[in-house]
Nanobody
Framework: QVQLVESGGGLVQPGGSLRLSCAASGSIVSIGAMRWYRQAPGKQREFIAVITSGRNTNYADSVKGRFTISRDNDKNKNTVYLQMNSLKPEDTAVYYC???????????????WGQGTQVTVSS
């Protein structure tokens, strides 16, 4: 059974920083792209950032220059991070990780979602 567990959300003042983590566990054979999305109240879930297995990255324009995605797949850590700096009130949302991976129970890559972690930017 594959699980994605997120952590690191919370309340922060405008201009502050947070670091989100998403750890994948289970009978994982290989991991492809790892992504972060967010969903604000009353809005659709939106793409934030992606890091490929080759560590190429891409960001939504709204977070470019402020957020940094990274991954650690050493020693079966299988974790993706999102470093968020210069946070703004409009960054307030539930943040979700999304990971493409193949497990022993599946044929080929499948997408898995984390449970979400709340980020609130407010003074």
């Amino acid at each position: 059974q594959v699980q994605l567990v997120e952590s690191g959300g919370g309340l922060v003042q405008p201009g502050g920083s947070l670091r989100l983590s998403c750890a994948a566990s289970g009978s994982i054979v290989s991991i492809g792209a790892m992504r972060w999305y967010r969903q604000a109240p009353g809005k659709q879930r939106e793409f934030i950032a992606v890091i490929t297995s080759g560590r190429n990255t891409n960001y939504a324009d709204s977070v470019k220059g402020r957020f940094t995605i990274s991954r650690d797949n050493d020693k079966n850590k299988n974790t993706v991070y999102l470093q968020m700096n210069s946070l703004k009130p409009e960054d307030t949302a539930v943040y979700y990780c999304n990971v493409e991976l193949q497990s022993l129970a599946t044929l080929g890559m499948r997408n898995y979602w984390g449970q979400g972690t709340q980020v609130t930017v407010s003074s």
